[in-house]
């Protein structure tokens, strides 16, 4: 089993986790992502990367915490039409 902090070919990463900024909402899993950011800061803060994995991962983060904000936002919009379509019948 690999490290989630070994380098990886561009179509592989841990657990068969793929994020892209070209997958659809249905195929990112927001849990996924937070995990993986978990595990990236608790390798940052132990000091088990080496530095020149350090700006990888740290982009890594930077493009998870950016589609995270994108589901967060898509998700308060659905349930915000959700509530209104309600109020409405």
């Known amino acids: 089993m690999h490290s989630p902090f070994q380098k990886h070919p561009p179509d ?3 657990n068969n986790l793929i994020i892209t900024k070209d997958m659809t909402n249905d195929e990112f899993r ?3 992502a ?3 950011i978990e ?3 608790e390798h940052i803060e132990n000091e088990d990367l080496d530095v020149d994995d350090l700006t990888e991962k740290v982009k890594r983060v930077a493009q ?4 995270c904000r994108k589901k967060l936002t ?3 919009q659905a ?11």
């Open 12 to 14: 592989q990463q841990k």
């Open 39 to 41: 595990e990236i800061l």
């Open 64 to 67: 998870l915490i950016k589609l």
């Open 30 to 32: 927001y849990g996924d």
């Open 79 to 89: 349930v915000e039409k959700i509530l209104e379509e309600m109020q409405d019948k």
């Open 34 to 36: 937070i995990k993986e």
């Open 74 to 76: 898509q998700t308060e």
